[in-house]
């Protein structure tokens, strides 16, 4: 096979973002305070001005945002405090979470203009003949739309009717982008941020950005690893999430890992992921600062050529692009 057809898939966790995006994990770093934190700040910093605009939060809305805000710090994550939340049974907090998370990244990116411009300048170094290659293809467990945003910005001079480049598509959000009729280009393993889900469309726009009442009456195209069919109405997305993932897999020949660290709770979708890729994958890249790929044998059964293949890049400023591209 040529090495120009090579089979290759990013797997994304929240340090491909963290140019622009907190952290999932409260933090002192130079990355800011993490997630836990900013939905603190963001509370405090939006109030005033929806209270005094008659927005749809009231005085009760806010305290209960911040009651959650203290506790996704009291716990470290709002994953966790989450996972706290359902097991002890307050479904009506854990959907005000899932509300607020959505909320926080559709404002920050819309609104704040937050934008990590490796992601642009990852699409532009990849694309070919105003295209996305149907070669790569991006598992992503990050809520946010940085890769879309870049898509937008990549969109040819003259579209003829389209608002990104070619070749892109997105799921579960599938508007952002083109029909391609083949496995989407860029797939969220955890939903979306800024959408709800819908029995008729599949997915919808968040109506308005400060929107909790009406929102707070559906479900939110942003899910957690754990969720299934059982504890909530997106079958469909639950019943697709998976095939779709362990497709790509199947395929893939070289995985480039970008700022992520197999956490906990996604660990059984991800042995899934990993499992279905082995006997086709050749090399793994691990694109991060600090964790350096060595821990991914103690979670996963890696033939031992593979372990050999094992690469760290510690440069993050940009994207890592294989020489297999």
């Not at 491909?16 to 934190?37: E, F, V, Y």
């Not at 001005?49 to 959650?68: A, V």
């Not at 942003?222 to 998976?242: C, G, M, N, T, Y």
Request: hydrophobic share 35%; glycine share 6%.
């Amino acid at each position: 096979m040529n090495l120009k057809m090579k089979k290759i898939t990013y797997l994304l966790g929240a340090g491909a973002s963290a140019n622009a995006l907190p952290l999932i994990k409260t933090s002192s770093g130079k990355n800011g305070p993490g997630l836990p934190q900013e939905l603190k700040t963001f509370i405090e910093k939006n109030t005033s001005s929806l209270l005094s605009k008659n927005q749809s939060w009231d005085s009760e809305t806010i305290g209960t945002l911040n009651d959650i805000a203290d506790k996704c710090i009291e716990f470290g994550t709002p994953d966790l405090y989450a996972k706290f939340l359902l097991e002890t049974g307050d479904s009506t907090n854990y959907k005000i979470l899932k509300t607020f998370l959505s909320v926080f990244f559709k404002v920050k990116q819309d609104l704040e203009n937050c934008f990590d411009f490796r992601a642009l300048s990852f699409l532009t170094t990849i694309s070919q003949n105003q295209k996305i290659p149907d070669n790569i293809k991006i598992l992503t467990w990050n809520y946010d739309r940085q890769i879309e945003i870049a898509a937008t910005k990549l969109k040819p001079i003259n579209p003829g009717g389209y608002s990104m480049i070619q070749g892109f598509s997105s799921w579960p959000n599938m508007r952002d982008g083109h029909d391609t009729g083949v496995n989407p280009f860029l797939f969220h393993l955890n939903g979306v941020a800024g959408y709800i889900h819908s029995e008729r469309n599949f997915y919808e726009d968040i109506e308005g950005y400060f929107s909790f009442k009406t929102t707070l009456n559906k479900e939110t195209l942003l899910s957690f690893a754990w969720e299934d069919e059982a504890i909530s109405s997106k079958k469909i997305f639950h019943e697709q999430r998976l095939p779709v993932a362990r497709e790509i897999a199947s395929q893939t020949q070289i995985l480039v890992i970008i700022g992520y660290s197999f956490p906990f709770f996604n660990r059984d979708i991800d042995k899934e992921i990993m499992n279905t890729m082995m006997p086709s994958l050749q090399k793994i890249y691990v694109q991060d600062p600090f964790y350096d790929g060595s821990q991914l044998n103690g979670l996963f059964d890696i033939p031992p050529p593979l372990l050999k293949n094992i690469v760290h890049v510690e440069q993050v400023d940009n994207y890592h692009i294989p020489y297999e591209l």
